[in-house]
């Protein structure tokens, strides 16, 4: 289990309520295998908990999940992985290569490559990373880190197509 894995998902039509719009963030604690739907945490932008939304905010990962929920309104669903397999291929020189299916449709999706800044816990690195990602691609490695994928769906994060 890893802890420092996180999702978000826009909630949908948020942007119009009051202090919106929201995403909903994984528990800090939470590993894949124990998210459930009534253990998602409702946050703003400025990562504040909507109620009755109870839990620990994992501040990296709401200040850079909350940079692509307002900068993309194509964004819906951000997985960010800090799994064995995705970070080897952060540490690499080389980055993705088109080696399998997988990676291929993971390139022709668009990848971006940001470098390393250490734990986000400063708003600071959010313009930094949203130009890195650009307006398209779906797949940012992020050098010697770890991979996010952007997706309309949270389905749809963890698959190339």
């Not at 894949?32 to 501040?59: H, M, N, Y």
């Not at 986000?120 to 880190?145: A, I």
């Amino acid at each position: 289990m890893n802890i420092f894995n996180h999702i978000t998902l826009k909630v949908k039509a948020s942007e119009l309520l009051p202090n919106g719009p929201h995403f909903l963030l994984n528990s800090y604690g939470e590993g894949f295998d124990e998210i459930t739907a009534s253990s998602l945490l409702k946050v703003t932008l400025d990562g504040t908990q909507v109620p009755p939304s109870q839990g620990r905010v994992f501040k990296p990962g709401y200040v850079l999940h909350s940079a692509l929920h307002e900068g993309r309104e194509d964004v819906h669903a951000i997985w960010h992985c800090h799994q064995l397999e995705s970070t080897a291929i952060c540490q690499t020189t080389t980055g993705l290569l088109p080696l399998s299916q997988e990676a291929t449709f993971a390139l022709a999706k668009g990848v971006a490559y940001h470098p390393y800044e250490g734990s986000v816990n400063s708003v600071d690195e959010q313009p930094r990373f949203l130009q890195s990602l650009g307006p398209t691609n779906k797949v940012r490695v992020s050098h010697k880190f770890v991979l996010f994928a952007i997706r309309y769906t949270i389905v749809y994060s963890s698959y190339p197509n």
